[in-house]
């Protein structure tokens, strides 16, 4: 029996017991994660998972139950227990699953080399990648270790509408961490890097000088006096900010008024400079998958245009509280998550300032290259992170600054943004090219 | 054999009634789940069973090697817009095996209970000794443990409706408290979880840790302005967290700090004196400096801490414990989750670093034993340094005296959370409850603010502490999440960078 076959008889035994509506969301699959420190191993792990989320209506009442126990007697009672809560659950008329929408086509998401490609040659890259790392500069002087994962897992969603999908993908990380020591400071600089193709991997050399340059960059860091200043955020900083837009236009929690977008749709939220995508199609994406979460086809979605707010994200029950159509956007980490309203991949695209001109007009200023803390409060648009970088002087880049906060209101933030750079990469969910904020409070001495 | 039957088999074996086919039984109240651990062997896995498993994960070499047995029922019910809007329950099994040879860790885990299928992760977790000659395993003898995290109320012996009732009185509580109150939202989630470990070493032990976290989000909205409050509560204990009228408590709680927020300021930017509330204030301490105080990055050499033993590292009204005995706290447990029973740990005595947390593995990198702090998120994870309850002990000043004596500065009541760049001592925290110190009155309230600083520089600023210890329930994440506790008397940080948006 395959896993759509198996998935039809689970609804059957649900809706058997008297679900109204019912669910399955099927999930089985392979990860593997190696770590190495200092040229060897230090863990190595492999999982093989499978487990599945059951939502069970019973009329507008709703509950979930998920299990990696596949039993046929333990599923016969779970599926009892699941229809007896859901007659518990609160009466909501927005709840009920979707219809068949048809699938996007999407490009194959799975690498086959993958399956070729040994554990010794992924050793090896890490440890490759650890070397040139630690071997960067003489300052480098610790190691964090190298990191390499990847997961293949096909997903099978089928509801008692009729929907069903199936699809396999691959994801592939690596990581880097090395520490550079001067004095009695010491400094961690990284580089990370996702992707569903094995090729595509950063090469072990690039990301070596990527970790080793801002371990370098940023030894010796010192807070700087509080004062309003421009702002740089080099790409990876910016993700931060984007991601909290990101987590600000989840429609169900814009409905709820709980978020600080609230009633701005159509609104400037952003300056002209700034326009945000959220697109669940996206060749490669990391965030990408043909049907989202329950099996509603994914989609491109503009949620800034040009500085204007265009649009929510949703998924079916979020859109038919709000009166919406669902976006494609109900999400889960894995099968024993509820699916919710998030980003599939979200970027704010490119703009055509060089990236190593931002910081070229400003006079004094701020490149930020690290941020640490929560950011930005959804609820009421305060964004405040600790930040790491560089002081900026008549447009060079001097003394390295630590243990300084940057804050402000997203939307003031979003809207001085001056110039946006050139080098967006699409590396995780959430991606931003850098750019330039004109001006923010930077808190210190 | 059938997986089934082989369960029955062992179950019949061990003369046992509860094996993992029907723990859905359990769902049904007054129904008891048989999970009396300190009688039946987990999954009714022998003896036999765990020397033959250990022997495989032994057999291409290595030094240690042990077995993590889980079982864990969960349920998470949500509360929103004046209706149950979810009842989730959930059952997670599996065996890990974990391998250790020198520096390097194998690991992997099966949530099949079939033999064949533990024996393949006992070789897969092999594969990182590579000496080829076997290492003999100590035969396991079953050991006894505590009882530091009694239940009085056991929760497999109540029904969903006491459940959903704690729920609606929480937000009843809430919504009534002031019509400013828009949305409440309440999350209800508990574990029954059962684990066993056995080891290399001749160790078997079991532990059952039941766990409640209720927590109550109340919005207040009041035209642009808006405020999200926050309780949480929790216990690793049973359905007594509930008593008396905790849950209106705590739905007030959340319904009180939105709407006195409504009212915020901007927040300062700059330094000043900042007076850390007891409780959840002490999640500073756990971030801003119990995580350099965890072996790995001592072993690493990353952590600030690294080589500081009997050196004065802060200020002397500091003394900072991490404590797993404390019964029923979020933290607590009767043995860690590789088997090592549960302590107390004093790190820092009055400024003076007096030692590190270590687990199995950085224990024997260091030439120490494990402190007790080998945790991991689930059989799905291998375990890693954590903290349990981390908590400063109470000091010599009232808390009336701390107010008094700060001239201008911030009082921080609640926090979001904190983060810690381990490697440069910087952490930053999320203040989500604030308050100005004006004259030394505790004034208005501010929003946005964030605190910046290094651990060390903290700890040596501290310049007075009261005696109001208070605990605070949250959830660490290093890669892995695990609950924990942090803890604190009131205590004033004489200077550190408040980030605000008002410079």
Known sequence: MNNEEYAARILDLLTGQGASEAEVFLEEGSRLRIDVRNGAVEYLKKEDFRGMGLRIYAGQRMAFMDTADFDEGSLEKLAAKGVELAGMAGSDPANGLPRETGKVRVPSLVDQKLFSTSLEEKLERLVETEQLAMAYHPLIKLSNGATYTDLYRTITVANTHGLVHTYEETKLGTDVSVVAVKDDEKKDGWDQCRRRRYRLLRKPAQMAAIAGRMALSLIGGQPVPSQEVPVVFDARAARGLVGGLAGAVNGKEVHLDNSFLSGMLGQKVASPLVTVIDDGTLLRGVGSSPVDGEGVGTRKNTIVQEGILKSFLYDTYGARKAGAETTGNAIRGSYDDLPGISATNCYMEKGNTRAEDLCKDIAQGLYVQETIGFGTNTTTGGYSAGAFGRWVENGQLTAPVARVTIAGDLIEIFSAIDAVGDDLDFNSRICSPSFRVARMTVAGT | MRRREFLKKSACGAGMIMVSPFVWDGLHPGVTMGLDSQEEPLFGLMKEDLDQLLHVALQEGGDFADIYLERRLRRDIILEEDRISSIQIGMDQGVGVRV????????????????????????????????????????????????????????????????????????????????????????????????????????????????????????????????????????????????????????????????????????????????????????????????????????????????????????????????????????????????????????????????????????????????GNGRRQSFRHYPLVRMTNTYVLNGPSKSEEIFAETKNGLYAKGFTGGVVDTTSGSFTFTVREAYLIENGEVTRPVKGATLIGSGPEVLRTIDMVAGDLDFAPGTCGKGQWVPVTSGQPTLRIGKITVGGTRA
């Open chain 2, 100 to 371: 250790i040879s020198g520096d390097s860790t194998g690991y992997a885990y099966s949530e099949d209970l079939m033999p064949g299928k533990l024996q393949e992760a006992a070789k897969t977790a092999s594969f990182v000794a590579r000496s080829g000659k076997a290492t003999r395993p100590q035969p396991v003898t079953r050991g006894q443990v505590s009882d530091l995290i009694p239940s009085r109320i056991p929760l497999d012996q109540i029904s969903e409706d006491q459940r959903l009732e704690i729920i609606r009185r929480a937000n009843e509580a809430a919504r009534s408290y002031d019509n400013h109150i828009a949305q409440v939202e309440i999350h209800y989630q508990e574990e029954i979880k059962e684990i066993a470990v056995a080891n290399s070493q001749g160790v078997w032990v079991q532990d059952y840790q039941p766990l409640i976290y209720f927590i109550v989000n109340a919005l207040a909205v009041d035209g642009s302005r808006r405020h999200q409050g926050r309780r949480r509560i929790s216990g690793h204990m049973g359905f007594e967290l509930f008593e008396d009228d905790i849950p209106e408590q705590v739905g007030r709680g959340a319904a009180e700090e939105a709407v006195v927020m409504l009212a915020a300021v901007d927040a300062p930017a700059g330094q000043m004196p900042v007076v850390v509330s007891n409780g959840w204030g002490g999640v500073l301490f756990h971030e801003a400096v119990g995580h350099g105080l965890e072996a790995d990055g001592i072993q690493r050499g990353t952590s600030f801490y690294a080589g500081k033993v009997g050196q004065k590292v802060g200020s002397e009204l500091v003394t900072l414990v991490d404590d797993a005995t404390v019964p029923n706290l979020r933290g607590s447990f009767n043995i860690d989750d590789e088997g090592t029973p549960a302590q107390k740990k004093i790190l820092i005595e009055k400024g003076e670093l007096r030692g590190y947390m270590y687990d199995i593995l950085t224990g024997r990198q260091l030439g120490k034993f494990s402190t």
